[in-house]
């Protein structure tokens, strides 16, 4: 079976899946590869099959900040916009989980749009989600403590990654949260010792 007919926004459309599979390029990423940098042309929508995958947004200053999480059976709403407007990309998109992507070539996505409803409707249930995370971002960066968005987001990659045991550095998690490392250091040295989790070389164990 497909790794798309398992999921279910494809689940209804058995031709339009044999279609993005006739015309898709499929790869395979090692975790830290680098799928879209800023600034790149885009000639293919990526849909991820398997893994997970982030889109991360530069600062002029080169901060990062990690804007939402791309799962299995999703894509990014910005390579779509942006490959439709035939602009360069805003974002970095970085493989955060072992992953398998189909590419679209940017030919095919407007025909597909054509003759497909499923792929439409697709298109804006995935612009409707990443709204919706982007102004979780935008209310957390406003309204929320550093600490907090902290521990959300070990949850959320603990939960990405179905282990309470991650393998990252304090540098990688400041350049997600667009801050720096010693607060980022500091603040996990207090979640520590509030009994929140475990720190390592390189790891960190929740236990909540």
Not at 89 to 96: I, L
Not at 126 to 147: G, M, P, T
């Amino acid at each position: 079976m497909n790794p798309l007919q398992e999921i279910s926004e494809f689940k209804t459309s058995p031709e339009l899946i044999a279609k993005l599979y006739e015309f898709g390029i499929q790869k395979n990423y090692k975790a830290g590869s680098i799928i879209l940098n800023e600034n790149s042309h885009i000639r293919s929508i990526p849909i991820v099959t398997k893994g997970v995958m982030k889109v991360i947004r530069l600062e002029d200053d080169g901060r990062e900040i990690l804007l939402y999480y791309i799962k299995a059976g999703e894509s990014c709403i910005m390579s779509f916009l942006g490959g439709m407007h035939n602009e360069t990309s805003k974002v970095k998109a970085e493989v955060e989980e072992d992953a398998e992507i189909l590419f679209l070539p940017m030919e095919k996505v407007s025909l597909f749009i054509k003759d497909y409803p499923q792929w439409l409707d697709y298109i804006f249930r995935l612009y409707h989600k990443r709204f919706e995370e982007l102004l979780e971002i935008i209310n957390a960066i406003a309204f929320k403590k550093v600490d907090e968005r902290l521990l959300n987001l070990l949850k959320t990659k603990s939960e990405l990654t179905k282990s309470k045991t991650l393998s990252i550095t304090h540098e990688q998690l400041a350049n997600e949260l667009g801050t720096a490392r010693v607060v980022v250091s500091r603040l996990l040295k207090q979640l520590e010792e509030n009994g929140e989790l475990i720190l390592g070389r390189n790891k960190i164990q929740l236990l909540k």
